[in-house]
């Protein structure tokens, strides 16, 4: 059954009184004189860039694997035997054959996320022991692979298996947040049709609430593991 909205336009003008302002009033988002965000690695090469997250990513529990296009789908072929191979799923995108690992694909028996399936994809995720995925942006200063999620490209497939293998295009890595949001900006800016679902994923999930001890794959992969690839 669908809710109905009821007294929402007096609602909303009651609070726009209160802040003083006049309902639908347009707000001029204010320019900063001073926005040390920006400032933070600026000068940093992709070398140097690099270099950061494989040494974040050592404290974030997640193993960070370097090569480069011509190399890597043998070097996917070895991280998945590394990590146990069996049931595999992987996003439906595109890069993948890009990067020329449609063989690699097929050799290890990947299930690729179908939207005509429905809720199969979910299931096969759950009961995968290796999910993988190609990452949006990565953020430099914390070793953080973002995803901008589609229905093709599903946030389950980095969620649900037991251990998550990312690849990382060189090219995709910015010093930090402030960069990858800028991204997202820019394309609100330009009317491009955004992503649905933005996700930031800083390795294996992991808590230290209960008497601070950390416990790694609380809600998320056990494993996680990088795989850097040159591409520029």
Known sequence: MRGTIENRDAFLNKIAKKMNRQPEETIKEPVWSYQPQWAVHQNESKNQLVELIKRVSQSIHTKVIETDTDHLPQILNQTIHTYGGGRIVATNDGRFAEFGLTEVLKQNNVYVWNTEKGHENIDRADEANIGLSVCDVMLAESATAGFFHDKDKARSVSLLPVTSIVIVPESAIVPRLTQ??????DK???????????NFISGPSNSADIEMRLVVGVHGPVKVAYILVQDV
């Open 180 to 185: 990858a949001m800028k991204m997202v900006e």
């Open 188 to 198: 609100v800016a330009t009317g491009e049709k955004i992503s649905p679902y933005i």
